[in-house]
């Protein structure tokens, strides 16, 4: 693609000229031409970022580390958030030491802040289950002004603990917050709260509820009930009903500041004559509703929780209830409820979800599209799902993403569908979203399954001239179908013969 250079050349011109380049390789390269067609042309650090970028979401690891050893000695400002983008790449690609070396580099570079960098790779770490690497991280890194809000670190690191079921360490982290000049945020006693109730630290659990009621409760937000119903479902399962509903009734006056005329007392009677413990948290959810002053937080939290945890139709009665209130749903509420229908196989509801409930209430987006369309394509209807392209069209502001593109693409590969995928990977194209090498492998190796290999030939073509280069088995599956096929055409000559 010949480039038409302007007489005078901007980083921002620049910047645009390489997002428009669909070889990544290309783009590079005409980065490095700037600086000799303009010599008093500079790269700042969104021109970096840019690049680094591009290169990144290809895979070119070698490439995006040399662009950033060039960014560290042009000593431009940088923001914080190359390096997240950098250290995910790397993540991705599995070589978590790199990242790691990266971040420990940033000093070197002219970057004043690196939050987001820093939980970026607390997170990896994480996940990667290098707790002793994650602590050392912690350690090393909490104390210096470089590092701002260091309350969700702190969380990320209980939320790992309690998830391994040690909640007594993720409380003696709570409780120390105070020496790293951090409030406990809602999610900080969310997480701790569920922590503490799975692994049956219930006295520690209700001492944590106590302290909400004054550091975190002193409005008496709505946002709050699911935290307190974690510790009420937790005391129900365990028998002592009477006791969650003492602690209900200090709910209701002290953490929901809900008036007198509110509370339930048929439901706390009903709840205290110890009836059934599932119809008993029912009943909780109730008076947690219906008690407090009505919100759209309340619903809110209330039913996304709810959906979270596969409840579906207690959570529909929560929507019912909002509705009833004058209260609309909103898209996350929708989204979580789509999520959960598709996760529980009955993605026929999800369907009608998108397609009759949300009407008057909110214009469905493009994430509960690609959340319905992924539980289309987990069916194995990704035929169908193929049909929301066009519908999704239609809608105001619901333009298909690279997501959306990527989720319909793999879903008709694992059907055996790649000419239906081909087709799809062809308007992909056409909207300039450019897909993962992953992608190409698969489709090709497909087709050469279906000995369509003028198709698969034009795809390796397509793949390389993105700068990717394909996997072995994708030359063997090509080298296999053309081979096989020339067998056939020579059993049919000597049959002519």
Same mark, same amino acid.
């Given at each position: $693609? ?5 007489? %005078? %050349? ?31 042309? &500079? ?27 060039? $960014? ?29 070396? +990266? ?8 970057? @004043?802040?690196?939050?987001? !960098? ?6 990896? +770490?994480?996940?990667? !289950?290098? %707790? #002793? =690497? ?34 007594? +360490? ?5 409780? #120390? ?24 630290? +219930?006295?520690?659990?209700t001492h944590l509820l106590y302290s909400m009621f004054w550091r975190i409760s002193q409005k008496g937000s709505g946002e709050d009930i699911v935290i307190y119903r974690t510790l009420l479902y937790a005391l129900c399962d365990n028998g002592q009903v009477e006791m969650a509903v003492e602690i209900l009734g200090k709910i209701l006056r002290k953490g929901l500041k809900a008036p007198k005329r509110c509370f339930p007392h048929i439901v706390l009677n009903r709840c205290s004559a110890g009836e059934d413990i599932e119809d008993t948290k029912r009943l909780i959810n109730e008076a947690l509703i219906r008690g407090g002053i009505p919100s759209l937080a309340s619903y809110k939290s209330m039913a996304i929780d709810l959906y979270n945890e596969g409840k579906i139709s207690e959570a529909n009665k929560v929507l019912i209830t909002m509705q009833e209130r004058g209260f609309r ?20 509801? =999800? ?46 502001? &619901? ?12 879903? %008709? ?14 308007? $992909? ?53 053309? &081979? ?5 055409? #020579? @059993? ?6």
């Open positions: $693609m010949t480039v038409k250079w302007p007489r %005078l %050349l901007t980083p921002t011109h620049l910047s645009q000229i390489i997002r428009k380049q669909k070889n990544p390789l290309t783009a590079l390269q005409m980065f490095k031409e700037a600086k000799y067609k303009y010599p008093n042309y &500079c790269h700042n650090g969104p021109v970096y970022a840019t690049l680094i970028g591009i290169l990144g979401n290809a895979g070119q690891i070698c490439e995006m580390k040399e662009v950033i050893d060039w $960014m560290k000695e042009d000593s431009c400002e940088c923001k914080d958030s190359v390096f997240v983008n950098a250290i995910k790449t790397y993540a991705r690609a599995g070589l978590v030491n790199e990242a790691v070396s +990266l971040f420990k580099s940033i000093p070197q570079f002219n970057c @004043v802040h690196r939050t987001e !960098s820093f939980n970026t790779l607390l997170q990896i +770490l994480i996940n990667e !289950s290098k %707790l #002793e =690497a994650a602590h050392r991280l912690f350690l090393e890194n909490s104390y210096g002004w470089e590092v701002k809000y260091r309350i969700r670190s702190l969380n990320l690191l209980m939320d790992a603990l309690c998830q391994r079921s040690r909640s007594d +360490l993720a409380l003696q982290i709570f409780l #120390e917050m105070n020496y790293q000049g951090c409030y406990p945020s809602r999610e900080s006693y969310r997480i701790l709260m569920k922590g503490l109730c799975e692994d049956g630290r +219930l006295n520690e659990a749903p909103t898209n996350l509420i929708y989204e979580t409820k789509v999520a959960a229908l598709c996760r529980g196989g009955n993605v026929d509801a =999800a369907v009608k979800v998108i397609e009759e409930e949300m009407e008057g209430n909110c214009v469905p987006n493009v994430r509960a599209y690609n959340i319905l369309l992924k539980g289309l394509c987990n069916e194995g209807k990704s035929v169908i799902a193929v049909d929301y392209l066009k519908k999704m069209a239609k809608k105001l502001g &619901c333009v298909a993403d690279k997501e959306t593109y990527g989720i319909l693409i793999n879903g %008709l590969c694992r059907e055996s569908r790649y000419l239906e995928a081909s087709q799809v990977l062809q308007e $992909m194209l056409i909207k300039s979203y450019w897909p993962c090498v992953d992608t190409y492998n698969i489709l090709i190796r497909g087709l050469c399954s279906m000995s369509r290999q003028y198709e698969a030939v034009l795809w390796l073509e397509e793949m390389v001239s993105q700068g990717m280069k394909p996997k072995l088995s994708v030359w063997n599956s090509l080298v296999a179908s053309v &081979c096989s096929n020339m067998a056939d055409i #020579e @059993v049919c000559s000597q049959t002519c013969n």
